[in-house]
């Protein structure tokens, strides 16, 4: 069986042949992966967002699908659709491309709710319903969609009850000078991108979710998850409507979140428990997504990432 830091270090320096940086999102992805979780990537155009995702499904040899999301995109182009079969004069279902281990879902803020809801099905339940039947995905089965921060025509904001379902929302950030220096020496004069190979699969991947659930979480550890998840809540409760920056805080979904996540990043760096300081690293991209901000804490161009810092940094933090 392999462990966390060598099945991590073969996966990213296969991405790596592909992908230049973002070390710290693939470490993310490769986290999501353990927790059989969904990610949302947001970044600038040009970004390598959708590269990644590709790679990722490449290294891992398992059945991966791209829907690029438009406004007149169909529920049935997602999740497939009734076909009529003149021989037999039976209508028969067809596969949409959501039947796949890793679905790369291209700009989903582009598409309209009802698309987003017939996604939001296969995300839950690991299951589609076509023609009033019921099909049970692959497994493993993961939607890592991506979305762009500033375009703003022609889209459709993701609801709270779609973005709650993903287990991150990662930002991804501009290479730094190197980085870009070295994909322009490697890639100036190649026209393609070079082949990656399997070098894990899914039946591992979802044997090693054994081992992660091995790691130990103390009650102290659990009671820091619940009490940073609850203190977002306190928040939107503020009596002074003056002075209260959410409307909402952070759902269950959370809590379980960081648990599930704090327990495949310490798999993942050789340790066998889960430490205050790893629930901190992941708190940013646990809970971004699952906050709603006030129009006023908006107006005043207050984050998400600062209302989490604010809690992170006035939450006691138990003993490692």
């Known amino acids: 069986m392999s462990t966390g830091p060598a099945w991590s270090k073969k996966l990213r320096d296969e991405i790596g042949k592909a992908v230049i940086g973002q070390d710290a999102v693939v470490e993310r992805l490769l986290v999501a992966l353990l927790a059989g979780g969904h990610v949302l990537l947001e970044g600038m155009p040009g970004l390598a967002k959708t590269l990644l995702v590709k790679s990722l499904g490449s290294s891992l040899g398992v059945l991966f699908e791209r829907i690029q999301f438009t406004p007149d995109l169909l529920p049935s182009d997602v999740v497939g659709t009734m076909v009529f079969q003149p021989k037999t004069g039976e209508f028969t279902p067809h596969r949409g491309p959501v039947f796949a281990n890793l679905l790369l879902a291209d700009e989903i803020n582009r598409a309209p709710a009802k698309v987003q809801s017939a996604l939001l099905e296969a995300m839950q339940e690991r299951q589609v319903t076509i023609g009033g039947q019921t099909h049970l995905l692959p497994s493993p089965f993961f939607v890592m969609a991506t979305q762009n921060p500033i ?39 190649i026209t393609q991108q070079p082949a990656l190979s399997a070098v894990s699969s899914g039946p591992e991947l979802l044997a090693l979710r054994s081992e992660v659930d091995k790691i130990h979480v103390s009650p102290v550890v659990q009671n820091y998850i619940l009490t940073l998840v609850r203190a977002t809540r306190a928040l939107a409760d503020n009596p002074d409507a003056s002075a209260r920056r959410l409307n909402f805080g952070a759902s269950p979904r ?36 699952r906050l709603g901000l006030t129009y006023e804490a908006e107006a005043q161009e207050i984050t998400s990432d600062a209302v989490i810092s604010q809690v992170v940094a006035t939450t006691p933090v138990p003993p490692a």
């Open 151 to 189: 375009e703003q025509e022609g889209t459709y904001p993701l609801p709270e009850a779609q973005t709650d379902r993903f287990l991150f929302k990662l930002l991804v950030a501009y290479p730094s000078a190197s980085e870009e220096a070295s994909m322009m020496q490697r890639w100036g004069q």
């Open 254 to 289: 959370a809590s379980l979140a960081l648990y599930q996540s704090g327990r495949a990043l310490a798999w993942l760096r050789g340790l066998d428990y889960l430490s205050p300081g790893l629930v901190q690293e992941l708190a940013p991209d646990v809970l971004r997504h």
